[in-house]
């Protein structure tokens, strides 16, 4: 009998441009627990129009820009992505606010204002790349004590081009996720970027490497998060 395919997962993954608009390096993923049920996308130009007694002339007056908004749904009771185990549903959310992050807080706790980093949504062979606008979050469920267990979230990406692209890579290879095309190293209780680095014989540059993958926290990594290998694990 034949093994179907495993569902190919969404995920959004931080991403720079360069000066030409290019994709010039890839940065923390966020897998999502459960697929959207609907992408909404919409492309709109910018258009003026010149007033005189022979009517109006359109005129084509800046870029265009194309958005895109879905809905995720995280629940805390159900099988969480890369073998998390959160029991406050937030833990899973925060990880997608950070795409709207305007400030920053170092190893020392010291805060510098920064740009929100651009945002890459895949799924399969659908690929968008912009900026996160607008998150709204909506919590429904809680426990007995207070905690909250499940919430939704509405999320708006905009581009500032009009264009459809597309994955070069097929649904199941694009969202390998711990056994990807490259290895991950999985967080150990009390871990943190500088031990994990340790481990792999890459102890002086863990601060760089926390900022590269979105790390807003890496003195405290959760146990079963990852980050991507550079090298032998001691």
Known sequence: MSVPDAIAKAYLQVITWDSNGRVNSE?????????????????????????????????????????????????VSSVQPDGASYDDVRKLTEKVVRFMKTRNTDSS??????TPPGCRFQWGSFLFEGLVDSISENIDY????????????????????????????????????????QAQQQARVGDSVQSMSAREGQAEGWQDRARDQGIEDPLRMAQGSSIPSTGTIN
């Open 27 to 75: 940065g923390a993923k966020v897998t999502v627990q459960f697929n959207p049920e609907t992408l909404k996308t919409a492309y709109s130009n910018q258009i003026a129009g010149e007033d005189n007694n022979g009517g109006s002339a359109l005129q084509f007056s800046g870029r265009g820009t194309t958005k895109l908004s879905f809905e995720l749904w995280f629940d």
């Open 109 to 114: 706790g010291n805060m510098s204002d920064v």
């Open 142 to 181: 809680f426990s007995r004590e207070g905690k909250p267990l499940r919430a939704s979230m509405s999320i708006s990406m905009t581009s500032q081009a009009v264009e459809v692209k597309f994955s070069a890579t097929n649904a199941n290879a694009a969202n390998q996720q711990n056994t990807g095309t």
